[in-house]
């Protein structure tokens, strides 16, 4: 039986079981007038029934589907032909991925695969039982369960209190999902990072001034020692951020102020849209127009008054950068200026202060925590754009502040790294991994010292 079958089937089985539990609380209570009896809603009866009867079946489908393969897989390398029933190792891993193409019908016709034909069709075999075998366990449980959890249905039943804490256990379960998600990204990237500072100092990645990480694979093999110093690419990083962050913060602070103070409802009706579909932009789309548009418009420019402006210059990335960034930090400060109690322009109206006047000495003062949070909040993101800076900016490491000149980032030196068959074990790979934690160790900072001040403000004001 193939899985999609198997989900309808239990769906309809949990379905049936809701019902009948629910009709059946409503028997017990005496019919649809005297539910006031049962001590929960005939609904939550219906759930507790569902529930039981949908938990063991889905725990059994998440067993099968975790460890079914590699016990299939390892009958099959019992039963494998004689002439690879004794190796191991990456030859072995060689075999079984030639099994399971076979499987899959892709195979190529090769002498090996004509002769792990017959291991390819046990595990076929294999797979056709297992999926008989899980549909008869999770059918078989399902009704169980709804049989047990139906039996003890009472007027004096607690059902809600067992959903709701069913519930409880879910909501627990999804928050430490993400939380150990987080963790192992960050454990992942710790232990490669550790690899790479074991080959390079700390301090020279840190505080070294040339970026050039090219090394020899081969002992016999001529080739660059390589250079980590990353001070380049963090101080391409901060110009191209800094750029993006002088087109953004006042545009989308002067949007945010005009929208929430001087816009009419139509108006703002009509804006606010526009923004929000702005922010839903693919950033590829944004790398494609400050590559194809900004940059020679800049270059131009830059030629008609005589000075010389690179083809990639941060000027141009960070631009695009700041026009992207332009709705989340309008979108952010409207929200908190919005939420500044309307009694403050009162008062400063009453006592003959203008509008402009109340905006600039009463609400924006009053605001001023939450705009620098979800200013933070906007400098995390413009460090941590990929594609924009991928596609538009320089991939030379330049220690300069010039804005007309190329530089690159620490995203662009990732995405350099790490594309293609790259060896795992060279410091060149490894050296993405540690410019990942130094930009997720910035990002992380600035995100906690945003909600900090988010969270003062919002202690202040609400």
């Given at each position: 039986?193939?899985l999609?079958?198997?989900l309808l089937?239990?769906g309809a089985l ?7 539990a629910?009709?059946?609380?409503i028997s017990?209570?005496g019919?649809?007038?005297?539910i006031?009896?049962?001590h ?5 009866y219906g759930?507790f ?6 938990g ?6 998440l067993?099968w589907v975790?460890?079914s393969d590699?016990?299939?897989m390892?009958r099959v390398?019992?039963?494998?032909p004689?002439p690879y029933?004794?190796?191991?190792g990456?030859r ?5 991925n030639d099994v ?5 019908g892709r195979?190529?016709?090769?002498a090996q ?6 291991s390819?069709?046990?595990y076929?075999?294999?797979?056709e039982?297992?999926?008989w ?8 449980s399902?009704l169980?369960?709804?049989?047990l959890a139906?039996?003890r ?13 069913l ?7 999804a928050s430490t999902v993400?939380i150990f998600?987080?963790v ?6 710790v ?8 080959r390079?100092p700390?301090?020279e ?5 040339q970026w050039s990480?090219?090394t020899?694979?081969r ?6 020692s390589g250079?980590?110093?990353?001070v ?6 901060v110009l191209i ?7 953004a ?5 002067m949007i945010a102020?005009y929208?929430s103070?001087y816009?009419?409802?139509r108006?703002?009706s ?5 923004l929000?579909?702005l922010a ?5 789309v944004?790398?494609y127009?400050?590559a194809?548009?900004?940059?020679p418009l ?5 030629a ?8 990639e210059?941060a000027?141009g990335?960070?631009?695009v950068?700041?026009?992207m960034?332009i709705p989340f ?9 919005n939420?500044v109690?309307q009694?403050?322009r ?7 202060a203008?509008?402009s006047e109340t905006?600039r000495r ?12 979800g200013?933070l909040?906007a400098?995390?993101r413009?460090?941590?754009?990929t ?7 320089g991939?030379?490491a330049?220690?300069?502040?010039n804005?007309l000149?190329?530089v690159t980032?620490?995203?662009v030196?990732?995405?350099t790294?790490l594309v293609?068959d790259?060896e795992?074990?060279?410091p060149k790979t ?8 130094v930009?997720f160790?910035v990002?992380?900072?600035l995100?906690?010292i945003?909600l900090r ?5 919002r202690e202040?004001?609400?």
């Open positions: 039986m193939r999609p079958t198997l089937i239990l949990v379905f049936a079981t809701f019902v009948l629910r009709r059946r609380a017990m209570a019919g649809q007038r005297h006031s009896a049962l929960s809603l005939p609904s939550h759930c029934a569902a529930m039981w009867a949908a063991p079946a889905l725990l059994l489908l067993l975790a460890g590699p016990v299939l390892a390398v019992e039963a494998l004689e029933r004794s190796i191991d990456p072995l891993g060689l075999v079984v399971r193409t076979l499987a899959a195979g190529t016709g090769t695969q004509l002769a792990l034909q017959p390819a069709d046990l076929l075999a294999l797979q039982s297992a999926r075998l899980l549909a008869i366990s999770a059918i078989a399902a169980a369960g709804g049989v139906g039996r249905i009472s007027p004096r039943f607690r059902a809600r209190n067992h959903v709701e804490a519930i409880r256990l879910v909501l627990v379960a993400a998600t987080t192992g990204i960050l454990l992942s990237v232990f490669e990072a550790a690899r790479f500072f074991a390079v700390f301090q990645f840190l505080f070294g001034l990480p090219q020899a694979i002992p016999d093999q001529v080739g660059s250079a980590f110093g990353a380049p690419l963090f101080a391409g990083t951020s800094a750029i993006a962050m002088l087109v913060v006042p545009l989308g602070l102020i929208l103070e816009a009419a409802p108006v703002r009509f804006v606010k849209p526009v929000e579909i839903g932009i693919p950033t590829v944004y790398g127009f400050a194809i548009t900004v940059a800049l270059r131009e420019a830059g008609a008054l005589g000075l010389d402006v690179a083809s210059s000027l990335v960070g631009l950068m700041g026009v960034i930090v309008s979108s952010l400060s409207d929200d908190v200026i939420a109690p009694s403050l009162d008062g400063s109206l009453a006592l003959g203008t509008v905006i009463v609400v924006v003062p009053a605001a001023l925590p939450g705009i620098v949070g200013v909040l400098v995390s413009a460090i941590g754009e594609m924009i800076v991928v596609m538009a900016a991939l030379s330049r220690l300069t502040a804005p000149e190329a980032t620490v995203t030196q990732i995405a790294l293609g790259q795992f074990d060279s490894l050296a993405a991994f540690a410019l990942g934690l930009l160790a990002t992380l900072l995100n906690v945003a001040v988010v969270r003062r403000y202040q004001y609400e």
